[in-house]
């Protein structure tokens, strides 16, 4: 079955619906939510995701909807190099539209190897000033023919949004973000943390770990993962932080003694509650996608969960 496309009238009604939106006062995640929302909405699409550049080479998603946990976390920083349809997007700074998997892996064989079950793709560059603020993605899980009228209404969208998502994200106007050395605001935030029923450590080999970042975004993620990792380990219990720079990327770890988490729960702990509020985690991974970065949860070496905060690192 191939999908049909959308209502002219409905479609102005949508792009018009988020113009009046984007005149309030609103954050980046209720901008991007809105946009992400009325479009997978208006083209009855199985998902929908807006990722933002991060100068040089990186683009990262800011806000995504109906894609299961697995996808998402696999759209994580990407080179722009990659041969898919978002990067291909911000690198030729032109729209790219795919109507079936057939037509999908001949033109970008390495969605072969997506954990998604999609079959037919749209990427649209947001563009301000000439520059590529990021793109925003539609995908379908039937083939779907993109008429005329689906390619204004997901170009209008898009255009109208650009400009808002700019101005909230700093980058309309300065695009060159200045590198932070992050270990002394990791050693800074850890060891000021107060706490006397547990022992916070701090690693790493004291080299510089610079990253283009907004600092108060890192220590707020970083004192919410204490307070979480000291919540779920056994009083007395050592939490270990590090700061690192290697292979092009800034990392910082918060390992904790307790019970750790089931592969399953460490996909889950940053999904959306029932309600579809979004929990701390969530939010704190929103933050380090603002800055072009990740946060994810694996097992760790010393018995509890290790949470991840990954930055691109600073060139020299």
Avoid at 25 to 39: A, K
Avoid at 123 to 131: C, E, F, L, T
Avoid at 233 to 257: F, K, W, Y
Wanted: one cysteine or more; a negative charge; aromatic letters at 4%.
């Amino acid at each position: 079955m191939i999908g049909t496309g959308i209502d002219t009238s409905d479609a102005f009604a949508r792009v018009a619906m988020v113009a009046r939106a984007l005149t309030g006062r609103l954050d980046v995640s209720e901008i991007v939510e809105i946009v992400v929302h009325q479009g997978m909405a208006g083209l009855d699409s199985s998902g929908a995701v807006f990722t933002a550049m991060q100068p040089p080479d990186l683009i990262v998603p800011v806000g995504a909807l109906g894609y299961p946990p697995a996808v998402v976390n696999a759209m994580g920083p990407m080179h722009l190099h990659r041969d898919l349809p978002i990067t291909t997007a911000a690198r030729e700074q032109m729209a790219v539209y795919v109507s079936n998997l057939a037509e999908g892996i001949e033109r970008f064989p390495e969605l072969a190897k997506s954990r998604s079950n999609s079959v037919a793709w749209a990427a649209i560059p947001a563009m301000v000033d000439g520059s590529v603020l990021g793109v925003f993605g539609v995908s379908f899980l039937r083939e779907h023919e993109f008429t005329p009228s689906d390619r204004l209404f997901l170009e209008a969208l898009v255009d109208v949004s650009a400009a808002a998502i700019a101005c909230r994200l700093h980058l309309a106007d300065d695009l060159r973000v200045p590198a932070v050395d992050l270990r002394p605001l990791v050693v800074r935030v850890a060891t000021a943390f107060p706490v006397l029923t547990h022992r916070v450590r701090v690693g790493g080999d004291g080299s510089a770990a610079s990253a283009k970042v907004t600092p108060d975004h890192v220590a707020a993620v970083l004192d919410h993962l204490l307070h979480n990792a000291i919540r779920h380990a056994l009083p007395g219990s050592a939490v270990e932080v590090r700061c690192t720079q290697a292979n092009g990327l800034v990392t910082i770890t918060v390992d904790d003694e307790g019970a750790g988490l089931s592969p399953d729960r460490r996909r889950s702990v940053f999904e959306p509650m029932l309600d579809g509020t979004r929990n701390a985690l969530a939010q704190a991974r929103e933050l380090v996608r603002a800055d072009g970065g990740n946060l994810t949860c694996v097992e760790s070496p010393h018995g509890g969960a290790r949470f991840v905060i990954t930055y691109p690192a600073a060139q020299p």
